[in-house]
């Protein structure tokens, strides 16, 4: 992260007191992940009437009906997904950008789908201000993937599914991860995917959860696309 330096940053203190009380005291021990959690300035992907709650612990509005997800939560979902150096992960639902500065201090590369094209754009202008060179990004319906890049070594649904899309499974390497919150519209499960062969997948259930819905071919197909 380039064009950032935390010594002049009034948000530091906010910053470090986040990440001891809702990180570490729940139980993350990722020590990369909690490096990048002290590292992003999370502020900055928040929309300015709420800039000051940004550190606190919630999710907060983004604009278009959407939410930047609680930091508790990025920080679980990121974990599950153990990031290595050498990851290429798809991340389905850009929102503000934030879940996606975090994958990009820990991967090799972010392939990030946003389905609102003003939402992207927004999160694509601070990320690159942030000096992030490996993201790339595409505006459509995620729930079907982006095939460009498949296979996938990671992948993390940051919007509620009412089932596992299929094509995401597909795109996931064996040996693979995927997290993702999968329920009904207004309750979730976020759920481990491990392929573990071309044709297996094993599931665990972690914790419940509540998401902005998944529009889109594999979405809830009440959901205006
Ligand atoms: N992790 C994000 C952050 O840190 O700001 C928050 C993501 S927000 C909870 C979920 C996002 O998924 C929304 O921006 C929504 O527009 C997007 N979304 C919903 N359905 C989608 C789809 N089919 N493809 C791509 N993005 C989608």
Same mark, same amino acid.
């Given at each position: 992260m380039k064009g950032w330096r935390t010594s002049d940053d009034p948000y530091r203190a906010?910053?470090? @007191?986040?990440?001891?009380?809702?990180?570490?005291?729940r139980g993350i021990t990722h020590p990369r992940v909690i490096e990048a959690m002290r590292k992003v300035p999370r502020h900055l992907f928040v929309p300015e009437p709420y800039r000051v709650q940004a550190y606190a612990d919630m999710p907060l509005p983004i604009g278009y009906g959407q939410t930047i997800s609680q930091p508790f939560m990025v920080a679980a979902m990121t974990a +599950?997904?153990?990031?290595?150096e050498t990851d290429r992960v798809l991340e389905i639902g850009t929102g503000s950008g934030y879940q996606t500065a975090i994958l990009a201090e820990l991967v090799q590369e972010v392939w990030t789908?946003?389905?609102i094209p003003e939402l992207q754009e927004?999160? @694509?202008?601070?990320?690159?201000?942030?000096?992030?060179? +490996?993201? @790339?990004? @595409?505006?459509g319906d995620g729930s079907k993937g982006w095939p460009e890049g498949a296979p996938y070594d990671k992948i993390l649904v940051a919007a509620a599914s009412p089932s596992i899309p299929p094509p995401l499974v597909e795109q996931l390497k064996v040996g693979g991860i995927m997290v993702l919150p999968v329920?009904?519209?207004w309750g979730q499960d976020l759920v481990k995917v491990t $392929? =573990?062969?071309?044709?297996? *997948?094993?599931?665990? =259930?972690?914790?419940?959860?509540?998401?902005?819905?998944? $529009?889109? *071919?594999?979405?809830?197909?009440?959901?205006?696309?």
């Open positions: 906010e910053r470090e @007191r986040m990440v001891e009380q809702q990180i570490i005291t +599950n997904l153990d990031p290595q789908i946003e389905v927004r999160a @694509r202008e601070v990320l690159e201000e942030l000096g992030y060179t +490996n993201i @790339r990004y @595409r505006v329920g009904d519209r $392929k =573990v062969s071309e044709t297996e *997948a094993e599931h665990q =259930v972690l914790f419940p959860c509540a998401f902005v819905p998944l $529009k889109g *071919a594999y979405g809830f197909p009440e959901e205006p696309f």
